[in-house]
């Protein structure tokens, strides 16, 4: 097949453009040309350099290529979907677009920007979707149109151009932009012998992925024909607490120490997270297993293992020294620890 991604030289992208490139499929990156995992990628794959605000504009690029799939790894908004679906309609043969799990009623829930009941049971790619428009509006300026209910809307309503929701859970590993791992890491790399949390935010569940099982799922959808006009979960079976999540990165560590909760009235107002922690976001998985034969390509102590490795080789650039651990200290006083 030939595949193009828009984006791809990020964070999840180059794991698989790699992926698809050594399957030996022709792929093609379209970026700025900017992103410095630009240059890991295979030999093989073309890249087509411009600005995704202006994509019509390389649509004879595009055109060239003759895309048999398009990976759209970034579409934010509803104008994005749009733009993409106008460039390739007559281009390429199916689009997959990278959506998220906050589009759920129940994500939204847990911002506290959707009312209704907290639900228990894992979310299924039919359970209710966020009822409120631009989640982020207000609170991130770079984000005042982000909503992917409305990109999901546009892909999945076109006729004559079969798209592919996949919907991801919080994602790490290597190249984590966000570095999700580091903050429990680095307080492990400083010896401290608790990591104290707030009662409730221990027990919260949130679904997560290693990154190079992310891509693969990516490669699954892109590649078969089954997934056109499909929506799919993609996440690790087993949903971690916060504490279990923490004591996984530990036991790989090789730390000692252990984990602690207070109640939100022992800990400062900062201390305490302003989500709804009764609402988990679990994901049932079991649609792109049975149609499409998805299965983790990493142990579980394997992605942990790289992803601590390359944490402990770049370091977010706000990494903080000498930390200030005295509140934690007197809070762990009064409980005994």
């Not at 499929?25 to 900017?34: K, S, T, Y």
């Not at 034969?293 to 650039?317: K, N």
């Amino acid at each position: 097949m030939k595949i193009l991604f828009l984006g791809g030289t990020r964070f999840i992208g180059p794991h698989a453009v790699k992926r698809l490139a050594e399957a030996g499929h022709e792929v093609a990156v379209f970026n700025r040309g900017l992103t410095l995992g630009a240059a890991s990628l295979p030999q093989s794959v073309v890249s087509i350099t411009g600005d995704r605000s202006r994509l019509g504009e390389y649509r004879e690029a595009f055109r060239s290529f003759a895309p048999d799939a398009v990976i759209d790894l970034f579409p934010y908004s509803e104008a994005d979907a749009r733009q993409l679906i106008e460039t390739f309609q007559d281009i390429a043969g199916r689009v997959v677009a990278i959506s998220s799990c906050d589009v759920y009623q129940a994500f939204g829930r847990v911002n506290k920007i959707e009312s209704g009941p907290i639900t228990t049971e894992p979310l299924t790619e039919q359970s209710p979707l966020c009822e409120k428009r631009y989640p982020f509006r207000g609170a991130r300026p770079d984000r005042e149109f982000y909503d992917k209910v409305l990109v999901e809307r546009v892909v999945m309503g076109q006729q004559s151009l079969p798209g592919t929701i996949l919907r991801l859970p919080m994602v790490y590993g290597p190249h984590d932009y966000q570095h999700r791992v580091y903050p429990y890491l680095q307080q492990m790399r400083d010896g401290r012998p608790f990591i104290l949390l707030e009662e409730g935010f221990a027990s919260w569940r949130w679904a997560r992925g290693y990154v190079e099982d992310i891509a693969h799922a990516i490669c699954l959808v892109a590649t078969n024909d089954r997934a056109k006009n499909q929506i799919y979960h993609v996440a690790e079976e087993q949903c971690l607490s916060m504490r279990e999540w923490i004591e996984r990165i530990g036991s790989v560590y090789g730390w000692n120490g252990k984990v602690i909760t207070a109640s939100s009235t022992e800990l400062p107002n900062e201390w305490v997270p302003q989500i709804e922690t009764r609402q988990h976001v679990q994901l049932d998985t079991a649609k792109i297993r049975r149609e499409l034969g998805y299965t983790e390509q990493t142990t579980t102590e394997e992605s942990m293992l790289r992803t601590i490795a390359w944490e402990i080789d770049h370091p977010p650039e706000n990494v903080l020294q000498g930390i200030d651990y005295s509140i934690e200290d007197k809070v762990a006083a009064k409980l005994g620890v």
